[in-house]
């Protein structure tokens, strides 16, 4: 099964680009990349998704290396609000299986 | 629409009580989900639903059992509730394909 590995924690400057990396070295071809945050404990919040091509949204930008074994999402400008835990997830046969995730501090 | 709703939001248990938790979702997905949050953790897959009257079991299943007899509805059961059960649980619904999780709200569940 495909797992992930992303920093404990990171900080950002607020109007700042926040980028959070995330490690998916087992991924197979057809496996998708999720990213979703919780906010206290909130149920979490999707962001964005992919397979293999960049993609971005309201929310965020989503870059997947060539090999797809790393990823990064990217908030453009982060905000006070975007302090949360974001999660990297390799959907498996329809199974989500989250890790611990990065707690953003955004920093005014 | 409602989206994915649970009850109860909160509950006290003391051991050895029994109860269960509902998931109630109106967007006509196939899938539906449990997962349990332990402080300072991650979510954890307990059981999960490819459709009306399926279930599987997920990373940690051991001491709940679920059922799919409507294809809306997921519920959670505590047979005998042990104090490690404590913890915020959260259903999850989405459609086939590569789509995503819509969550609930949660559950805060204290066993005593």
């Known amino acids: 099964d495909a797992k992930t590995t992303q920093p404990t924690s990171m900080d950002c400057a607020e109007g700042r680009a926040a980028n959070l990396p995330c490690n998916h070295s087992?991924?197979?071809?057809?496996?998708?990349v999720y990213w979703y945050r919780q906010i206290h404990s909130q149920g979490p919040q999707y962001i964005i998704h992919?397979?293999?091509n960049n993609e971005t949204n309201e929310m965020a930008s989503l870059i997947i290396t060539e090999d797809r074994k790393s990823s990064t999402l990217i908030l453009p400008h982060a905000t006070l609000r975007d302090t949360a835990v974001y999660y990297c997830?390799?959907?498996?046969?329809?199974?989500?299986?989250f890790g611990t995730g990065t707690s953003l501090t955004v920093i005014p | 629409n409602a989206g994915v709703t649970q009850t109860p939001k909160f509950r006290v248990l003391k051991t050895g009580q029994s109860m269960t938790l509902l998931c109630a979702q109106d967007?006509?997905?196939?899938?539906m989900y449990w997962y349990r949050q332990d402080p300072g953790m991650g979510l954890r897959l307990i059981h999960y639903?490819?459709?009306?009257?399926?279930?599987a079991k997920g990373e940690v299943p051991d001491g709940y059992n679920v059922s799919r007899l409507k294809k809306q509805n997921f519920l959670l059961g505590l047979e005998s509730a042990a104090p490690s059960q404590t913890s915020v649980y959260f259903c999850?619904?989405?459609?086939?394909?590569?789509?995503?999780?819509?969550f609930g709200s949660g559950t805060q569940l204290s066993v005593l």
């Open positions: 999850a619904s989405k459609t086939g394909g590569n789509e995503k999780l819509f």
């Open positions: 087992t991924i197979s071809g057809n496996e998708y």
């Open positions: 992919g397979l293999k």
């Open positions: 997830i390799v959907m498996v046969s329809n199974q989500f299986y």
């Open positions: 967007m006509n997905h196939e899938y």
């Open positions: 639903s490819v459709g009306e009257g399926t279930t």
